[in-house]
């Protein structure tokens, strides 16, 4: 008998056992029951129509969404509902980066302990407060039109977005029908270009070469290179847009010429150039409360000399997202560091009485000296007052302009970064229009329209 | 005690069973060579001490005459066993308590009886604020929401009532867990149909007599092994019917439809299979290998297989590995069968594919969200939303899922009642378990012992794939949550399960009768 009894010690270890894995859905239920909880099949949700979440207001407290008599509602204003659809979402979870999707818990008042019990019987649905314009969203969106692009632009002393646009869009309330969407009128209609695509950048990667050359050349404003519109090496070609002859920095940034930047990059060597990229964040992962951007790409690692050349003046793989090429804008604005962006003010449950401030300044470290940043802020300052004067009339606006070429017999898309050296308009921006040709022409005069805007509303 | 006539060493005696043999790990152990290793057994039954000889090489002599495999030993008389004499004398304070108390129990008897009371009108007041609140959140307070309550608090204090002044017993711990799990089991049927939830009401009688019955039954060792093979033959004659004229249901054919009444036979296999599982030490010394066992469980999980009722398979697999290591203590025979098993279900899969795809979901619901894992991410959202002190009875919306109140009851618990309640279910189950482990320590036969964690090893696998399964921890297999879910075989069934662990108490039978 005394065997039997020792043996049943099995069972105790089976209790045991089974206890653990209930700790284990404990641990799990409390790690991912937002997810669970919040996901579109829950009908306490009453399914779709987002019924009961809180307000999305902007920063002048205009409301962007909210729930009434059990539907959702968006901006009245056609426009602004178009401009924020990727920001704010619509009552579908397809757009994956929008506040209604990212904050759905919070704009529901979940919380792990009384689940969705305590919003049946008071309000804790939370309101979130965003850092937008909607006017200026508004602006952005009516320059880009039917292009697709997107438009970024923020406060690069204090962090906030105040105007974030992707192209193509639609009304939430009049969402295409489905096989509307598959057309290439709305390819990546879901997709939130500002946050979520990479692109190649052109002729704007200049100043990131124009960088390295500055942080590793004493005088690096002095170096000339000739340029004579093309350049052979070992067979292959990099070609500039015209003869340029004996050309120093600051005219080759101005001119945007491609065989002086070549041959920079050839000069600074693979290492310098790739490690410059890398400290500008190149390659990493960036976040803008919470939600994650894709990262910009620089990897010249098996590339030829002809595709390292190429790479120096934003050809060859090199990728850049829209938001992080702002950041870069604030940090040469700033003197070198830029303030991480936000989306979020703060978020407020009114039933409850809480108020959550979000809005931080958060200096992220050093991507390039002072000294660097100042001479680049020259440097952009005579670009866009001697290239692009008919631009940003009456602001003091520093900028650079690219045309991506993307192959396949496709128009070039149009960039144009730079920001405002007016510390009473502290603004970065970041403008890309896909496929429609000269960067001046296009991303140029959106951008200098939002400033424009800007300047006058803020 | 036993007495060494030739060296006057008292050797006490502790259990109920005890072997006797030159092995190291026999209850009394004899440095004597002429002694077989498993020699004989010393068991107390209702006549008295009884010793079998378990196919000894030279036998058992009691009173120098040799016994004819089983005899009853007087005090006083005499075993001879190889070239040990013993002699069977009173233990110095009083013959019932040959066993130390490893466990004390409360001596206060009404002091018992009042907290049994106290729990069981805990248990009714909790019964009804979850009608009350199914009640408000229906907007219904007519008398039909409340007949389920009623009715249950009614059959449930009739028990009490017959178990505490009619059967005399002062234990009564387990029917109370068991009856707040079927009563939170009954209201959530009647959340979705009154119809069904009488039916559980009937199925939660049936079941308390099943229990009473089989108690009652458990407590006489002898006719229990007489009627092992009765048992035997009927169970599988059981399975047998199911596969002749079963119907399919739900993907399984393990229902037998009868009129107006629909039985899953395999619910009733289940207590036959620790009926045959289970077995006095003497039996267990002279039928050493498990062949006839093995043979019974490879009849049952193949009638399980061709029914397509994996689940139970599973349940029934498991409780086989608990008992064969319970009666040989033979880890490699485990791990042979587990090897054949693995090997088994290696074949299932590569002949049958569609068996696999039922499980390849499993840890990636939510990318099936609306196929094959649609009930599993049901259960996880509203099981969220409801966080630790749920939504309320009534406010569920899990129950509009297909099967909510069997295979995903754990669910609508956690959202209904909320995490909190979820895991005290679940140290519920556990602490069934515990409580069958520590009862059967003081056990008075090694049938009780097998019996008895045969039995919670059962309900801990059952739970463990219901609660596992519909959480997304495990495949999920589709088996009730024992007393919870809805099912009136697997009710009925449960009860009798919990009447193993019933019996391996040994209050239930010594203060009843006061024969011991």
Same mark, same amino acid.
């Given at each position: 008998?005394?065997?039997?009894? =020792?043996?049943?010690?099995?069972?105790?270890?089976?209790?045991?056992?089974?206890?653990?894995?209930?700790?284990?859905?404990?641990?799990?239920?409390?790690?991912?029951?937002?997810?669970?909880?919040?996901?579109?099949?829950?009908?306490?949700?009453?399914?779709?129509?987002?019924?009961?979440?809180?307000?999305?207001?902007?920063?002048?407290?205009?409301?962007?969404?909210?729930?009434?008599?059990?539907?959702?509602?968006?901006?009245?204003?056609?426009?602004?509902?178009?401009?924020?659809?990727?920001?704010?979402?619509?009552?579908?979870?397809?757009?994956?980066?929008?506040?209604?999707?990212?904050?759905?818990?919070?704009?529901?008042?979940?919380?792990?302990?009384?689940?969705?019990?305590?919003?049946?019987?008071?309000?804790?649905?939370?309101?979130?407060?965003?850092?937008?314009?909607?006017?200026?969203?508004?602006?952005?969106?009516?320059?880009?039109?039917?292009?697709?692009?997107?438009?970024?632009?923020?406060?690069?002393?204090?962090?906030?977005?105040?105007?974030?646009?992707?192209?193509?869009?639609?009304?939430?309330?009049?969402?295409?029908?489905?096989?509307?969407?598959?057309?290439?009128?709305?390819?990546?209609?879901?997709?939130?270009?500002?946050?979520?695509?990479?692109?190649?950048?052109?002729?704007?990667?200049?100043?990131?070469?124009?960088?390295?050359?500055?942080?590793?050349?004493?005088?690096?404003?002095?170096?000339?290179?000739?340029?004579?519109?093309?350049?052979?090496?070992?067979?292959?070609?990099?070609?500039?847009?015209?003869?340029?002859?004996?050309?120093?920095?600051?005219?080759?940034?101005?001119?945007?010429?491609?065989?002086?930047?070549?041959?920079?990059?050839?000069?600074?060597?693979?290492?310098?150039?790739?490690?410059?990229?890398?400290?500008?964040?190149?390659?990493?992962?960036?976040?803008?409360?919470?939600?994650?951007?894709?990262?910009?790409?620089?990897?010249?690692?098996?590339?030829?000399?002809?595709?390292?050349?190429?790479?120096?003046?934003?050809?060859?793989?090199?990728?850049?997202?829209?938001?992080?090429?702002?950041?870069?804008?604030?940090?040469?604005?700033?003197?070198?560091?830029?303030?991480?962006?936000?989306?979020?003010?703060?978020?407020?449950?009114?039933?409850?009485?809480?108020?959550?401030?979000?809005?931080?300044?958060?200096?992220?470290?050093?991507?390039?000296?002072?000294?660097?940043?100042?001479?680049?802020?020259?440097? =952009?300052?005579?670009?866009?007052?001697?290239?692009?004067?008919?631009?940003?009339?009456?602001?003091?606006?520093?900028?650079?302009?690219?045309?991506?070429?993307?192959?396949?017999?496709?128009?070039?898309?149009?960039?144009?970064?730079?920001?405002?050296?007016?510390?009473?308009?502290?603004?970065?921006?970041?403008?890309?229009?896909?496929?429609?040709?000269?960067?001046?022409?296009?991303?140029?005069?959106?951008?200098?329209?939002?400033?424009?805007?800007?300047?006058?509303?803020? | 005690?036993?007495?060494?006539?030739?060296?006057?060493?008292?050797?006490?005696?502790?259990?109920?069973?005890?072997?006797?043999?030159?092995?190291?790990?026999?209850?009394?152990?004899?440095?004597?060579?002429?002694?077989?290793?498993?020699?004989?057994?010393?068991?107390?039954?209702?006549?008295?001490?009884?010793?079998?000889?378990?196919?000894?090489?030279?036998?058992?002599?009691?009173?120098?005459?040799?016994?004819?495999?089983?005899?009853?030993?007087?005090?006083?008389?005499?075993?001879?066993?190889?070239?040990?004499?013993?002699?069977?004398?009173?233990?110095?304070?009083?013959?019932?308590?040959?066993?130390?108390?490893?466990?004390?129990?409360?001596?206060?008897?009404?002091?018992?009886?009042?907290?049994?009371?106290?729990?069981?009108?805990?248990?009714?007041?909790?019964?009804?604020?979850?009608?009350?609140?199914?009640?408000?959140?229906?907007?219904?307070?007519?008398?039909?929401?409340?007949?389920?309550?009623?009715?249950?608090?009614?059959?449930?204090?009739?028990?009490?009532?017959?178990?505490?002044?009619?059967?005399?017993?002062?234990?009564?711990?387990?029917?109370?867990?068991?009856?707040?799990?079927?009563?939170?089991?009954?209201?959530?049927?009647?959340?979705?149909?009154?119809?069904?939830?009488?039916?559980?009401?009937?199925?939660?009688?049936?079941?308390?007599?099943?229990?009473?019955?089989?108690?009652?039954?458990?407590?006489?060792?002898?006719?229990?092994?007489?009627?092992?093979?009765?048992?035997?033959?009927?169970?599988?004659?059981?399975?047998?019917?199911?596969?002749?004229?079963?119907?399919?249901?739900?993907?399984?054919?393990?229902?037998?439809?009868?009129?107006?009444?629909?039985?899953?036979?395999?619910?009733?296999?289940?207590?036959?299979?620790?009926?045959?599982?289970?077995?006095?030490?003497?039996?267990?010394?002279?039928?050493?290998?498990?062949?006839?066992?093995?043979?019974?469980?490879?009849?049952?999980?193949?009638?399980?297989?061709?029914?397509?009722?994996?689940?139970?398979?599973?349940?029934?697999?498991?409780?086989?590995?608990?008992?064969?290591?319970?009666?040989?203590?033979?880890?490699?025979?485990?791990?042979?069968?587990?090897?054949?098993?693995?090997?088994?279900?290696?074949?299932?899969?590569?002949?049958?594919?569609?068996?696999?795809?039922?499980?390849?979901?499993?840890?990636?619901?939510?990318?099936?969200?609306?196929?094959?894992?649609?009930?599993?991410?049901?259960?996880?959202?509203?099981?969220?939303?409801?966080?630790?002190?749920?939504?309320?009875?009534?406010?569920?919306?899990?129950?509009?899922?297909?099967?909510?109140?069997?295979?995903?009851?754990?669910?609508?618990?956690?959202?209904?009642?909320?995490?909190?309640?979820?895991?005290?279910?679940?140290?519920?189950?556990?602490?069934?378990?515990?409580?069958?482990?520590?009862?059967?320590?003081?056990?008075?036969?090694?049938?009780?012992?097998?019996?008895?964690?045969?039995?919670?090893?059962?309900?801990?696998?059952?739970?463990?794939?219901?609660?596992?399964?519909?959480?997304?921890?495990?495949?999920?297999?589709?088996?009730?949550?024992?007393?919870?879910?809805?099912?009136?075989?697997?009710?009925?069934?449960?009860?009798?399960?919990?009447?193993?662990?019933?019996?391996?108490?040994?209050?239930?039978?010594?203060?009843?009768?006061?024969?011991?």
């Amino acid at each position: 008998m005394k065997k039997t009894r =020792m043996r049943s010690m099995v069972v105790y270890i089976m209790s045991i056992s089974f206890l653990i894995g209930i700790a284990f859905f404990v641990f799990e239920f409390t790690l991912k029951g937002k997810f669970w909880a919040m996901n579109n099949i829950n009908t306490h949700l009453s399914g779709n129509d987002m019924s009961k979440a809180g307000k999305i207001l902007d920063r002048n407290n205009n409301i962007l969404a909210q729930s009434v008599d059990k539907k959702r509602k968006y901006s009245e204003d056609k426009d602004i509902r178009i401009a924020l659809l990727h920001t704010i979402g619509d009552n579908s979870i397809n757009i994956s980066t929008s506040i209604q999707n990212n904050f759905r818990a919070e704009l529901f008042g979940y919380n792990i302990i009384s689940g969705l019990g305590l919003s049946n019987i008071i309000n804790t649905a939370n309101d979130i407060k965003l850092t937008l314009n909607s006017e200026l969203c508004k602006e952005a969106s009516s320059g880009l039109g039917n292009r697709k692009g997107a438009v970024v632009v923020y406060n690069y002393d204090t962090g906030e977005i105040i105007c974030i646009v992707s192209k193509p869009s639609y009304d939430p309330y009049h969402k295409p029908d489905s096989n509307k969407i598959n057309l290439d009128e709305y390819e990546g209609v879901y997709i939130n270009r500002a946050l979520s695509s990479s692109y190649t950048p052109g002729s704007i990667f200049k100043i990131i070469t124009a960088t390295a050359s500055l942080e590793s050349n004493e005088n690096a404003e002095q170096i000339s290179y000739t340029c004579n519109g093309v350049m052979d090496l070992n067979g292959e070609k990099v070609t500039c847009l015209a003869h340029h002859g004996d050309i120093k920095l600051k005219d080759a940034m101005a001119k945007s010429c491609n065989i002086y930047f070549a041959k920079l990059a050839l000069e600074l060597g693979r290492e310098r150039m790739e490690s410059q990229a890398e400290k500008m964040g190149f390659n990493s992962n960036f976040d803008i409360n919470g939600i994650n951007l894709k990262n910009s790409f620089y990897d010249v690692s098996k590339a030829s000399d002809c595709d390292f050349a190429w790479s120096g003046v934003g050809q060859y793989n090199d990728l850049v997202n829209p938001v992080h090429m702002m950041m870069i804008m604030g940090a040469i604005a700033r003197g070198g560091t830029y303030i991480k962006p936000y989306l979020i003010e703060n978020m407020v449950s009114e039933a409850m009485g809480i108020k959550v401030n979000y809005s931080r300044i958060v200096a992220e470290p050093q991507i390039m000296t002072s000294e660097c940043a100042e001479e680049l802020r020259n440097i =952009m300052s005579y670009t866009a007052k001697s290239q692009y004067g008919s631009l940003f009339k009456g602001l003091d606006v520093c900028a650079k302009t690219g045309t991506a070429e993307v192959g396949d017999d496709k128009k070039p898309h149009g960039w144009i970064v730079g920001f405002s050296k007016n510390r009473n308009l502290p603004l970065a921006f970041s403008v890309i229009v896909e496929n429609a040709g000269y960067g001046f022409s296009t991303a140029g005069v959106i951008a200098s329209d939002v400033m424009q805007k800007a300047n006058k509303i803020m | 005690m036993l007495k060494n006539e030739l060296t006057g060493e008292q050797i006490p005696i502790i259990y109920w069973e005890n072997s006797i043999g030159r092995s190291k790990l026999s209850d009394i152990v004899m440095k004597d060579p002429t002694v077989s290793r498993d020699h004989a057994v010393l068991m107390r039954r209702d006549e008295g001490w009884i010793i079998v000889d378990t196919n000894s090489k030279l036998g058992v002599f009691v009173n120098e005459r040799k016994i004819n495999s089983k005899e009853t030993v007087y005090l006083n008389d005499v075993i001879r066993i190889g070239s040990t004499s013993l002699k069977l004398k009173k233990y110095r304070n009083s013959e019932g308590s040959q066993q130390k108390s490893i466990f004390s129990f409360s001596r206060n008897k009404t002091a018992k009886k009042t907290k049994f009371f106290s729990l069981m009108f805990f248990i009714t007041i909790f019964h009804s604020l979850m009608a009350v609140s199914l009640a408000i959140s229906k907007n219904d307070f007519t008398i039909d929401i409340w007949k389920p309550v009623i009715y249950f608090s009614l059959v449930s204090w009739l028990f009490y009532i017959f178990s505490i002044f009619i059967l005399r017993r002062v234990n009564f711990e387990l029917e109370i867990l068991a009856i707040f799990l079927s009563g939170i089991g009954v209201i959530f049927i009647s959340e979705k149909s009154l119809k069904d939830s009488y039916i559980q009401i009937l199925a939660f009688t049936l079941g308390i007599i099943l229990f009473l019955f089989m108690t009652y039954f458990i407590g006489n060792l002898d006719r229990v092994m007489n009627w092992r093979i009765i048992i035997t033959i009927g169970a599988i004659s059981l399975l047998v019917l199911n596969l002749l004229i079963g119907t399919v249901q739900n993907g399984s054919q393990n229902w037998i439809i009868i009129g107006p009444l629909s039985i899953q036979p395999s619910e009733f296999v289940k207590i036959a299979f620790i009926f045959v599982g289970a077995s006095t030490l003497d039996k267990l010394q002279t039928t050493k290998n498990l062949t006839e066992f093995i043979i019974f469980s490879a009849i049952c999980i193949g009638a399980l297989f061709l029914m397509g009722d994996f689940g139970t398979a599973c349940i029934f697999f498991f409780t086989f590995l608990l008992i064969s290591f319970m009666r040989s203590g033979d880890i490699r025979t485990i791990i042979l069968t587990c090897s054949a098993a693995v090997l088994g279900s290696f074949m299932v899969l590569k002949f049958k594919p569609y068996v696999a795809n039922r499980f390849s979901a499993w840890r990636h619901v939510w990318e099936y969200a609306d196929s094959l894992g649609y009930q599993q991410t049901r259960v996880l959202t509203y099981s969220a939303s409801g966080g630790l002190f749920g939504l309320g009875t009534g406010n569920g919306d899990l129950k509009y899922v297909f099967a909510a109140t069997n295979d995903l009851v754990f669910g609508m618990i956690c959202e209904e009642l909320g995490l909190i309640i979820a895991v005290i279910i679940a140290v519920i189950m556990a602490g069934i378990a515990m409580y069958s482990w520590v009862v059967s320590m003081k056990g008075r036969s090694t049938f009780y012992y097998i019996s008895a964690c045969a039995a919670s090893g059962l309900l801990i696998v059952q739970s463990a794939l219901n609660i596992f399964g519909s959480t997304d921890l495990l495949p999920l297999t589709g088996v009730t949550l024992p007393f919870v879910s809805l099912g009136g075989s697997s009710m009925v069934a449960t009860w009798g399960m919990l009447s193993f662990i019933k019996a391996a108490d040994e209050r239930t039978y010594a203060l009843k009768g006061g024969r011991f």
